[in-house]
């Protein structure tokens, strides 16, 4: 069963705030280790920092996607659709391969 109006809208909403809290705790997780970790200056932090970036800003993103679906019944908006989003969407997991 697909959940339609007003309880589909609060579902979506609530997935995507609960994507992001997973993202950001990745990030924050990371963001820890990272600052607890006793070998700096070496090549690869730099990379990994970004990838705390990286995970931040998919959250944001999956947060405005829910937000903007919410209310169109569901459906993410063409717009989100560009190669910068995918970008994000990748760029994530390309830094932490």
Do not use: K
């Not at 697909?2 to 809290?21: E, V």
């Not at 006793?38 to 990838?51: E, F, L, T």
């Amino acid at each position: 069963m697909i959940l339609q109006g007003r309880p589909g809208n609060l579902a979506l909403l609530l997935a995507g705030a609960l994507a992001a809290a997973g993202m950001l705790g990745t990030a924050a997780s990371l963001a820890l280790a990272l600052a607890r970790s006793s070998r700096r200056g070496q090549g690869w932090r730099a990379s990994a920092w970004a990838a705390v970036a990286w995970w931040m800003v998919w959250a944001a993103l999956t947060v405005a996607t829910a937000v903007r679906a919410s209310g169109q019944n569901g459906l993410v908006p063409a717009n989100l659709d560009r190669s910068p989003t995918w970008v994000v969407l990748l760029g994530a997991i390309d830094n932490l391969v």
